[in-house]
């Protein structure tokens, strides 16, 4: 295996000949006010008065990342529930961002719960600089977000997004989860039919994981709550694709649908495999062919801050064959697929020296196809793309 | 007569040799340890609990596998000093013949009883082969002190079932120590001292051996004539193989080198034999020059009852698994294997075991000791097969079935089995009995409400999960013991499976025509649950010949995980791919469908479903 993995906290990497001094920037705030039920991502709730020294850790993180000589390409708040956060917290985080990263005219998004938010409070966040929001809907049924342990109705969702608007906001993408336990596939038709209704610019739409060690793995466990039907699961993929390509959203990548010219720019940095910084508690990051990740617990994330600038507590190298496997796996989720031009440019391989045979494979179950000279996965690829991704892992 | 003789004999006189009968959990290694504490033989201090399992296995499972011997030296309400052999035995049905020399070794046995379990199968077959080679035995009812323990009705059981007066039955709770030096009196009081003549040429029991890398095979022996000291040159009398005694002594328990073993002792000898097979169970050491004519009666070499493929996971694995497999011979005279090919799964050996029991311990010693990724396939018995041109062949596997029209007769093993049972359980127990094609004998009631069964059975309905099944019936109540009964001529026909088209050779079965039908529908539905869906549509078929009896289709997967995937989620994505991977490299690939091993055992598991609807 070619990642190794190190124990040895170290500084984060400066930028290289073949990382030049842009990157993505994600900042995680890891704080709710309750924890959800399917949720297995670094938050704590009841942590509150932690925000105040977090945010002055975060600046001071960025400000390190900036002497180190990397540049902000886009600016990301997530979480956990950035919308904790005042509008005065995000605007001092932004200003450093500018201040120290060079942070231009750039894509600046946070992410938003229902329930937490007003019109006064987006207004605010329009001013600190953010020009972009992703607000966390899941269902349009309370009946399904009650299970799900989300505090706030699917009225507070409608009321989100109006006041958003109403704010001033020009750019907004919402959050669906689908395969909800019991979930029919009208009811998911009703969920697309109502998020489409409120005309918003980007959609992201998840398959529920019921991740191992949450709370609603256990109620699986204990036969409480019967997953959905992986077939049912395919069928509602098939029809969200459907129902939003006549709604006039283009698929992107496997989860994420825009209208044209509204496609993530963060999230595109993860999937074309270039360089980001990951700021904040528990938050990952990749720079200069290392991947690393922070202190998880926010105590001890300001304290590591506090000491040395940085709170890094592993950092992987990923050598050239992971990186290749990497690329080309996260590449084929987006609907451009991988161009073996731009494969040669950076590895200065063929694609098909590398990956031929799984490539080839694939192409034979009808997994990938050749679209205007670049490999992509098709329909079914779609549907089945960890057969693809595994047979492209080295070993 | 001359003084040495006299100081012989009086020796012999002040020795007792004893094993302990019990079933499992019946409490014979605590009691075995209290009478260790007892006569001083070991210090609180060095007491591991259960001294005498010394395997990491042995301890898990409660079982002893291979038996072990230990000296005590205790001194009676009499005055004098006894030396008392203990012969451990192994516990299990698999190893009745090692049962049967360890009490060959003994002139008296204890027979353990739980006070709240009454006497099982197991336990009862070994009683009759302690009765059958005269040996005293001294019943003891144990765990007195539980709650649910009920003394007289299994007083009673002992008293009616193996005809000892109630007043000779010791209550006793090994736990507490209750009761346990009147057992220690009782063995010098009631167990003769050994017989034997000293002046005779040597005769010696191998009840045991083991491998050791320094010293060579280690015999465990009871001296039944002569003497044998350090240097003496030795012949093994069935085997004809001769070495020198390099060194001996007794158990104490660990080795205590001495000069001489003498008749009526029990101790080992250091043989410098590479491998346990040169020096087999029950055999008879006798010295080189002017040794004893006849051997000790009852030797039989280890025969194998059930077969089955141990294939590595990982085919480059194949030269390890036959180097662990050359290893555990040198101390299991037991195992036999040869080489095997499977076009499903590739090289590996074909394994003779003398049971269930003895399989799953090869297993898990070679998964275990030897870190090896195993593939096991169902596990068969021995046919014989009578071909056209008068021949008979014997048959391990069912890919070695000749052609149905060469084929004359077959034959298959039949056994003799006792089962013992609460009678509220008459009823499923002849229904499993019937179903498994085998034949009432007679049913005797041991007590009120427990009746000891005996019927004959096919071996090879025993195989599968006959035991298992007894035990889900009979809420575990129900106790098992066979032997062979002889081989009988059957209706036998292989049935085949098939995965996408392709036969699948280790999946093979021979069942009896009246049950391919049934057998073959339920093994492809099993199949159908235990193999993963993938890219295709995957036809599994059960077949006679090429008549095609059953089909299955396992549909094309359509999705796997549809998972977003950002920064923070690379490494973790990769690192479930990177399981998935090894879990799918784990599977067996048929043609191009991948089979988990679980699948080949599911011949195994066919009767789980029949009781689950029941």
Same mark, same amino acid.
Request: aromatic share 8%; charged share 25%.
């Given at each position: ?9 170290? !500084? ?74 005042? !509008? ?209 617990? !926010? ?57 031929? !045979? ?38 | ?74 001194? +009676? ?43 099982? #199968?197991?336990?009862? +077959? ?37 005809? /000892? ?86 158990? #104490? ?31 008879? /050491? ?5 040794? #004893? ?40 005279? #037991? ?40 593939? /096991? ?12 041109? &008068? ?46 094609? &085998? ?49 009988? +001529? ?29 057998? &073959? ?94």
């Amino acid at each position: 295996m070619s990642a190794r993995t190190l124990t040895q906290p170290r !500084p984060p990497e400066a930028p290289t000949a073949r990382s030049p001094r842009a990157a993505g920037v994600y900042l995680h705030i890891p704080f709710c006010r309750t924890k959800c039920s399917y949720c297995d991502f670094n938050c704590y709730a009841g942590q509150g008065h932690l925000i105040p020294p977090y945010v002055d850790a975060l600046a001071r993180e960025l400000e390190g990342y900036g002497g180190l000589g990397w540049r902000a390409d886009t600016l990301y708040f997530g979480g956990g529930t950035p919308s904790l956060l005042s !509008p005065e917290q995000v605007a001092c985080l932004v200003r450093t961002a500018c201040g120290a990263l060079g942070l231009g005219d750039a894509e600046v998004t946070l992410e938003a719960n229902p329930g937490t938010v007003d019109e006064r409070y987006f207004a605010g966040l329009l001013e600190a600089g953010v020009n972009r929001l992703s607000i966390g809907v899941q269902s349009f049924y309370d009946s399904d977000l009650r299970p799900l342990a989300r505090h706030h109705t699917a009225e507070d969702a409608r009321d989100a997004y109006r006041d958003a608007r109403r704010a001033g906001f020009g750019n907004i993408s919402l959050d669906l989860i689908y395969g909800l336990p019991g979930q029919s596939l009208e009811a998911w038709r009703h969920n697309l039919e109502e998020a489409v209704a409120l005309g918003p610019d980007h959609l992201s739409l998840y398959a529920l994981i019921v991740e191992e060690g949450t709370p609603l793995a256990r109620q699986v466990a204990r036969g409480r709550v019967r997953p959905a039907d992986d077939d049912l699961v395919a069928d509602m993929y098939e029809l969200a694709h459907d129902l939003l390509r006549r709604a006039g959203f283009r698929r992107y990548e496997i989860s994420s649908w825009a209208k044209p010219g509204r496609e993530s720019r963060h999230n595109l940095i993860y999937w074309r495999n270039t360089d980001y910084v990951g700021a904040g508690a528990g938050a990952h990051g990749y720079l200069a062919g290392v991947r690393y990740s922070n202190e998880w617990l !926010p105590r001890r994330y300001i304290e590591g801050v506090g000491e040395t600038g940085f709170s890094l507590v592993e950092s992987e190298e990923i050598g050239a064959e992971l990186e290749r496997a990497e690329t080309i796996i996260l590449g084929l989720r987006l609907e451009e697929g991988v161009s073996p031009r731009e494969f040669r440019d950076r590895f200065g391989l063929e694609l098909g020296e590398v990956f031929g !045979p799984q490539l080839a494979r694939a192409e034979g179950w009808g997994l990938v196809e050749w679209r205007g000279g670049r490999i992509a996965l098709t329909d079914r690829g779609r549907l089945l793309s960890n057969e693809v991704f595994e047979s492209l892992l080295p070993g | 007569m001359t003084l040495s003789t006299v100081s012989k004999n009086l020796r012999q006189d002040h020795i007792r040799n004893f094993s302990i009968i019990a079933h499992i959990d019946h409490g014979k290694s605590t009691l075995a340890d209290r009478l260790l504490q007892l006569t001083g033989t070991i210090s609180e201090r060095q007491m591991v609990e259960q001294v005498l399992d010394t395997m990491d296995l042995e301890r898990e499972k409660g079982i002893t596998i291979k038996a072990r011997a230990v000296r005590m030296s205790y001194t +009676a309400r009499d005055g004098q000093t006894y030396e008392m052999n203990l012969i451990d035995t192994p516990g299990h049905v698999d190893f009745s013949y090692e049962v049967s020399r360890s009490l060959a070794a003994c002139e008296g046995a204890i027979l353990v009883v739980d006070a709240t379990q009454g006497i099982q #199968a197991q336990t009862l +077959a070994n009683v009759y082969l302690a009765l059958e080679g005269d040996l005293e035995i001294i019943p003891v009812v144990n765990k007195i002190d539980l709650p649910s323990a009920d003394v007289e009705g299994v007083a009673t059981e002992i008293e009616n079932v193996v005809g /000892i007066p109630r007043d000779e039955i010791l209550p006793v709770s090994a736990k507490l120590g209750t009761g346990t030096e009147a057992v220690l009196e009782a063995i010098v009081s009631r167990v003769p001292p050994p017989g034997g003549h000293p002046e005779r040429p040597l005769r010696a029991l191998i009840f045991d051996s083991h491998y050791d890398p320094y010293k060579g095979v280690i015999a465990y022996v009871r001296v039944v004539d002569g003497e044998v000291r350090v240097g003496d040159r030795l012949r093994m009398m069935s085997t004809g193989r001769t070495t020198e005694a390099n060194e001996l002594g007794f158990f #104490a328990p660990g080795l205590r080198s001495s000069e001489a073993l003498r008749a009526g002792e029990v101790g080992y000898v250091a043989t410098g034999f590479k491998v346990v097979s040169d020096c087999r169970v029950g055999d008879t /050491i006798t010295l080189e020059r002017h040794g #004893a004519s006849e051997p000790l009666p009852g030797y039989m070499p280890a025969k194998p009852m059930v077969f089955a493929g141990i294939f590595p996971v990982n085919g480059e694995e194949y030269p390890l698994l036959r180097d662990a497999l050359d290893k555990l011979k040198l101390n299991d005279a #037991a195992l036999t294997y040869e080489p095997e090919t499977s076009a499903a799964l590739g090289f590996g050996f074909r394994a003779g075991f003398l049971g269930l029991l003895h399989m799953e311990i090869v297993q898990e010693r070679l998964e275990r000791e030897y870190d090896l990724d195993l593939l /096991i396939t169902a596990p068969s018995v021995e046919f014989r097969v009578e071909l056209t041109d &008068g021949r008979t062949v014997p048959v391990h596997n069912p890919t070695e079935m000749p052609e149905p029209q060469r084929v004359s007769r077959i034959l298959e093993p039949w056994m003799q089995i006792t089962i013992i049972s609460p009678s509220t359980y008459i009823g499923t127990i002849m229904d499993l009995v019937t179903k498994r094609r &085998g034949e009432f004998s007679r049913m005797e009631y041991l007590e009120e409400s427990r009746v000891m069964l005996t019927y004959e059975v096919p071996l090879s309905e025993i195989v599968s999960d006959f035991y298992d099944q007894l035990k889900s019936r009979t809420q575990g109540y129900a106790s098992l013991d066979y032997s062979f009964a002889e081989y009988r +001529a059957a209706d036998l026909v292989k049935l085949d499976v098939l995965v996408n088209g392709q036969p699948v050779d280790a999946l093979s079965m021979i069942v009896h025509r009246d049950e391919a039908y049934t057998r &073959g529908r339920m093994l492809v539905e099993r199949l159908r649950e235990l193999i993963p869906r993938q890219l295709f549509d995957i036809p599994v078929q059960a077949a006679i010949g090429n008549k095609i009896i059953s089909r299955e289709t396992i549909r094309a997967l359509r999705k796997n995980v549809l998972a977003k995937c950002y920064g923070g989620d690379v490494t973790r994505k990769r690192k479930l791919l990177e399981r998935q991977k090894a879990g799918k490299a784990r599977m067996k690939t048929v043609g191009n469908v991948q089979i988990p091993q679980d699948a080949f055992m599911a011949v195994l598991r066919l009767e789980g479903e029949e009781v689950g609807q029941s």
